[in-house]
């Protein structure tokens, strides 16, 4: 059978004869350049690609700050704080000594790179888990409004109601929106007027209740 060597013999041939010969193949000064260059991408990545998720919560309760740090994609629970504050200790002091926070997220949230250095900030309506987020109360605002309701049992029932989204298009969530609406108006005139609600409209389970005032 007759063989003619191709090119491709012939190239294979004398690359293995000799190797350092290859064009292909860098000088080693360049490959250290190579190597340099993809460590700075790496550090690169580590400095500025968020890792941690830093998320804020109110406690619609008692309006404790609480913060969670998550590791981003597989949500894992890495640190969380809670911070108390004026409304949270008069709540305690004079409503409930104890009671079950509920945390309500508030619209915007932190990226942390893998050292915890802040490289993003998110402000999306959609992060809030609840209308209540949206009032923005703070804790004077809460405060007051504790004072200025018939009874604190009525304001933490209205809290509650506004800490999760009721589902789209149901005669929850339009009386979640009125409820909303109604309390959102009286906040912004500076809470004048009498309470906007009507004595008894909240179930308040009282008799059941530790509160007092
Ligand atoms: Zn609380």
Not at 150 to 158: K, V, Y
Request: aromatic letters at 12%; glycine letters at 6%.
């Amino acid at each position: 059978m007759d063989h003619t060597p191709k090119e491709t013999d012939s190239a294979a041939v004398k690359s293995a004869d000799t190797p350092d010969a290859s064009p292909d193949s860098p000088p080693p000064r360049r490959r250290r350049f190579g190597r340099w260059i993809k460590a700075i991408l790496l550090l690169l990545f580590l400095l500025l690609f968020p890792m941690i998720i830093a998320t804020y919560h109110d406690c619609a309760i008692c309006g404790m700050k609480h913060t969670e740090w998550r590791m981003i994609g597989v949500g894992w629970l890495l640190s969380s704080r809670n911070r108390l504050n004026p409304c949270s200790e008069w709540y305690r002091d004079q409503v409930e000594p104890e009671h079950q926070h509920v945390w309500a997220r508030v619209p915007y949230a932190e990226g942390l790179d893998i050292f915890g250095w802040k490289v993003g900030m998110f402000q999306f309506g959609s992060l809030a888990s609840g209308p209540f987020n949206w009032l923005m109360l703070g804790h004077q605002r809460q405060l007051a409004i504790y004072q200025r309701a018939p009874d604190p049992a009525q304001a933490r029932t209205l809290f509650l109601k506004l800490a999760r989204f009721e589902k789209g298009n149901t005669t929850a969530r339009h009386n979640q929106d009125e409820i909303f609406t109604r309390l959102n108006t009286w906040i912004e005139s500076g809470l004048k007027g009498p309470w906007p609600f009507q004595e008894g409209e909240f179930e308040t389970s009282r008799s059941a209740s530790p509160f007092r005032k």
